[in-house]
């Protein structure tokens, strides 16, 4: 099962921030928080992620609590092509590369105009 | 710019025949993994493959699936004997930085 938690759903304004919460009070200290998104039926979309340091690229940013068993992702000023479901996932970093990605329901953010 | 491509992005198939789903990464990379979505459900890993070897497999991937690298380049998913729950996008992904795994667009799998 996923180790985090989302809000179904979420709707955003176009042009402002989006801010997607997630849940992940067991994250344990080797766990890194990813972000992935799916526009409708596509692969889902490497964003960003972290393990306790606030990131940001090109696309978003990731902002972890101190005691890292929360997080946002902050799209600075949406669009309609962020329309999507996005999925905030747990997993161990580093030289795991044989480890999957467990996925949850995630967030269906809309972007409305 | 895709890390991999898969084909056939649609295949179509008659219960009980056999499929063939094609992953063909644009480098060379050494790690793959095979997922699948069923319509309006989560995305749920089946297999983790590495150095011509499965590393990973869930409870989903039975002796019905089987993966392999035949020519040291595509990567192939296999079911032997399709059944109508098998109808799902079925996605390919590979490590390309670090550990993080970037995601093909998928073949939608209908089984009749």
New interface residues.
Partial sequence: DAKTTQPPSMDCAEGRAANLPCNHSTISGNEYVYWYRQIHSQGPQYIIHGLKNNETNEMASLIITEDRKSSTLILPHATLRDTAVYYCIVRSGGDNYGQNFVFGPGTRLSVLP | EPEVTQTPSHQVTQMGQEVILRCVPISNHL?F?W?R?ILGQ????LV?F?NNEI??K?EIFDDQFSVERPDGSNFTLKIRSTKLEDSA?Y?C?T?VR?????????T?LTVL
Avoid: C, I, L, N
């Fill in positions: 790690y993994y997922y979505q989560k995305v749920e890993f983790s590495y590393s990973e869930s996008m996605f992904a490590v670090g550990d993080t795994q970037y995601f093909g667009p998928g939608r």
